[in-house]
């Protein structure tokens, strides 16, 4: 059974302090015990020892595919079906998907919590109203660079940098290919850019971050913080580097795979130029 003392003392270990933000990515079951009072238990210890966090909202149930659209955009457009069918309007009480994990849930009904206002990419969050208020339709990720200035950490509880939005971020920064999705809202359905690629392959960043990363082991769980702006510059240089770096093994990935072919197609530009 893990306690409340031991998760504060946790985010202790791992530097959190209070006015420092962070953006959580959590797992409850990766402790492999009971945390005793769930989920309300972590979240609070998290609000115990810093007083402005954030998590991603996302509302992948708004999801539509169109009959048409661009080209290049890693989506068979009229494949919908059943995606299409069970889509949820959005509204800003619709909860974050189960993808998100239970604790950002449970911070985006807290009291104190506000959420941005993105169909699909919304932020829950406490004490960073400047964050959430600098998320756009056309820059979504917007929030995680407001946290970088802040001086801020990635949270990872118990999950890798598979779910690391602020890699997305730093994607974006580096130039890297970023697609539309579509989203079902009661004013229609709202086109949404700058959706960012896959994150299967983002674990391969781990060696990177070494020298920015605090961390300690909770139960079966490993904590890491690691401090924002390094993190960002880190990937936005490796990316410079290797332009095909992080991305997934999968031959089936069709955003990796998008990404492969663009980079090869602006390869081939350049060389006939050079
Ligand atoms: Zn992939």
Known sequence: MISFRELVNGFREVGLVPGRPVIVHASLSSFGEEVRGGVGSLLGALLAVTNRVMAPAFTYQTMLIPETGPENNALVYGSGGDLNRMAEFYRPDLPADRMMGVLAEAL????????????????????????????????????????????????????????NTSIHYAERIA????????ALTPKGVVECPGFPGCSE???????????????????????QAVALAPLVKTVVDLLRESPDALLCDSPHCERCNETRIGLARSREVSETEG
Do not use: C, K, Y
């Open 108 to 163: 985006r009904r807290h009291p104190l919590a506000r959420r941005s206002a993105h169909p699909i990419l919304s932020f829950a969050a406490i004490g960073l109203e400047s964050a959430l208020n600098a998320q756009t339709l056309e820059e979504p990720l917007a929030p995680l660079r407001v946290l970088a200035e802040m001086g801020g950490d990635v949270l990872l509880i118990g999950v890798d940098h598979r779910v």
């Open 201 to 223: 392959g983002f674990d391969q960043i781990q060696p990177f971050l070494a020298e920015f990363t605090r961390q300690t082991q909770l139960g079966m769980a490993r904590i």
């Open 175 to 182: 130039g890297r290919r970023q697609f539309i999705r579509w």
